[in-house]
């Protein structure tokens, strides 16, 4: 018979979870491993409220397994290593993202791909390799292999920092792989969100133009004025999306709504790269002859392997890019999740876990 997830480990843990597809989370005892070897023990201070957390509390995607207590956007600190770590010590400030293991012998992690390692296991609602599920950082503390752990520098925020470890990474590593970091020139971002205001900055910092491409003018003063975009464009007025045409050397498209593409790649120019991050629930038409006529490309990309996620937190400490969030409890998540899926959110909400987490214990 199978343990319950309070027995399955010798370590007591706590934290919220959504029970079932209605997304609505509740306190939730569980437990966690021992730290082996070659494990790292962390208290967790904070944690990002990812949208992929809201889709799969509702299980949107068809594969959430209940309980399920999401959060992939960790920074907490130290409490207890294994023998052979040696990158860490206790109290160190650290983070873990998106994914807490991989078979380390693939051709992908080899290549420090581990997000593209077939055999990767998600940092929550998936499967470990001792057979018991994961749960992520929407809870009091986590046990991960030292490998799958980042260094948060000192000159971050630990709030600022956590949703780095998803949103920064998101966009920080199209634009290494694609080759959209050349100074002077111009990047489209579709969608000022959780990813899209991280993009602004980051492309910034590599010496872009950037223009933000929204469906309103509502946050067109915050992108100028407080992201420092360039400028903007609405992509309902057809005047200026005609002036536009052309224009644009590389797109990172952050929308997850279904969303028409023709309109985007009109903006390329001759070679241009359309880079999509969003994971809209059905598929996109793709028109050809653009891309025929153009040589212009459509590509995707993944989150990062831990060697670029480090490489990425320590590119934002350089130039003090962090995300722009909005603190709450742990026991305020369900008016988050409804506010996030209205977009009502700036940029990103970030669980304040070690301060109160125990309160609503109460």
């Known amino acids: 018979m199978a343990k319950s997830p309070e027995e399955e480990h010798p370590h007591k843990a706590f934290g919220w979870a ?20 070659e494990d790292v023990t962390i208290k967790i201070l904070y944690c990002g409220v990812c949208h992929s957390d809201l889709h799969a509390a509702k299980n949107e995607w068809g594969f959430s397994r209940y309980p399920l207590v999401p959060g992939h956007e960790i920074v907490g600190i130290v409490t207890k290593i294994g023998s052979n770590v040696k990158k860490f010590k206790v109290d160190d400030q650290v983070g873990v993202g998106v994914m807490v293991n991989s078979c380390k012998s693939c051709e992908y992690c080899d290549q420090d791909l581990e997000n593209y390692c077939p055999k990767m296991i998600f940092t929550y609602n998936a499967q470990n390799y001792d057979g018991t599920k994961t749960y992520g950082g929407y809870s009091d503390t986590i ?3 030292q490998h799958f752990v980042l260094r948060i520098p000192d000159s971050l925020p630990a709030d600022g ?31 000022l969100g959780g990813l899209g205001h991280v993009a602004v900055k980051i492309g910034k910092a590599f010496g872009l ?8 003018s509502r946050k067109e ?3 100028l004025d407080r992201l420092g975009a360039d400028t903007f464009l609405v992509s309902s007025d057809l005047e200026k999306m005609k002036a536009a045409f052309g224009t644009m050397d590389y797109i ?9 593409l023709a309109p985007l790649l009109s903006l390329l120019k001759t070679n241009g790269k359309l880079v999509t991050l969003g ?5 996109l038409e793709l028109p050809i002859f653009p891309l025929v006529l153009g040589r212009k490309l459509v590509g995707g990309s993944d989150v990062g392997g831990i060697k670029e996620t480090q490489e990425m937190l320590d590119f934002c400490a350089k130039h003090n890019i962090t995300s722009d969030v909005e603190v709450i409890r742990m026991d305020q998540i369900n008016t988050a999740m409804d506010r996030l899926a209205k977009s009502d959110v700036r940029y990103r909400f970030v669980i304040d876990v070690a301060n109160s987490l125990s309160q609503s214990q109460l």
């Open 252 to 260: 990172i498209d952050t929308v997850s709504a279904v969303h028409a």
């Open 279 to 283: 994971l809209p629930e059905k598929p």
């Open 18 to 37: 959504a029970k079932d597809s209605s997304g609505v989370f509740s306190p939730f005892h569980f437990s966690r491993r021992d730290n082996g070897v």
């Open 161 to 191: 920092a956590a949703p780095l470890l998803c949103a920064g990474i998101t966009v920080y590593s199209p634009m290494k792989y694609y080759g959209m970091s050349e100074p002077g020139k111009h990047l489209g971002i579709v969608g």
């Open 209 to 216: 133009k950037v223009t933000v491409i929204s469906s309103s």
């Open 221 to 223: 003063r915050e992108a």
């Open 143 to 145: 046990v991960v292999d």
